[in-house]
């Protein structure tokens, strides 16, 4: 199997009412998108397309993030790690001032997953194509390591996970836990053309098996409580 990953360049800056799939065509036409392919764009842009750009004055971020909370998972300090209206564990609830005008902060889309299968239907229609997949990132940071990775908030035209058990590894021996997190995969390796200060929004991603299984939403990504070891975090001043 062979990854091929493209940055999707010169898009310019992202406003409220923007029409993204019909400015991500052009570019991505230029890079020879084809059947099977997946497009990872950030969560960023389809905020600010959806009008989810807010004024960070009066009450201040805080009370943003607050809004954004569903549950508190761990405080210490100012930082807060929150579970948001979604589902997804996060710092600050997903409330971020960065790529961002002086004065705001970006709140994370209403409904990820729907805002994903609208821009894959719009893209394949765009484009002509049949089977595209679309993942949409967000960069969190991770339990027990440092460092910040892309995951997958959104994702439509292609499985969220595939579920590997029952089948055998390269001994024979029978898989029992392997269900792999592709829609995460896909979010991490476009995290490599798609840096912060890239001014990079979006990544083609060619190789990737989006027929594995059928296609899912980044929402089957999130474990169940009652099978969360780590649900509660530590609670400081």
């Known amino acids: 199997m062979t990854i091929e990953i493209w940055p999707v360049e010169g898009l ?4 409220e009412g923007d ?11 230029a890079l020879g998108v084809r059947d099977g392919d997946v497009v990872a764009i950030t969560q ?3 905020s600010k397309a959806e009008g989810r750009v807010v004024r960070d004055e009066g009450e201040g971020r805080s009370a943003w993030v607050e809004r954004e909370t569903r549950r508190v998972v761990a405080r210490r300090g100012e930082l807060i790690i929150a579970e948001t209206r979604h589902g997804f564990v996060c710092a600050n609830a997903g409330v ?11 709140l994370l889309p209403l409904d990820p997953d729907g805002s994903s299968e609208a ?3 719009a893209l394949t229609e765009r484009l002509g194509l049949s089977r595209v997949g679309v993942v949409m990132t967000d960069t969190f940071g991770r339990p027990w390591r440092n460092g910040l990775v892309n995951v997958a908030i959104g994702c439509a035209g292609l499985p969220a996970l595939v579920d590997l058990r029952g089948q055998t590894d390269h001994h024979g021996r029978e898989l029992e836990m392997t269900v792999v997190a592709l829609a995460d995969e896909v979010a991490a390796a476009s995290g490599l053309v798609m840096g912060k200060s890239a001014r990079v929004p979006a990544a083609l991603v060619r190789g990737v098996d989006i027929d594995a299984e059928a296609p899912g939403r980044a929402a089957d990504l999130l474990r169940a409580p009652d099978e969360d070891l780590f649900r509660e975090g530590t609670i400081e001043p």
Request: aromatic content about 4%; overall charge negative; charged content about 30%.
């Open 12 to 15: 310019p800056e992202i406003r």
């Open 19 to 29: 029409d993204l799939p019909a400015m991500l065509a052009e570019p991505l036409r």
């Open 44 to 46: 960023k842009i389809v």
């Open 96 to 106: 971020d001032a960065s790529n961002v005008e002086e004065g705001f902060v970006s």
């Open 119 to 121: 821009i894959r239907v």
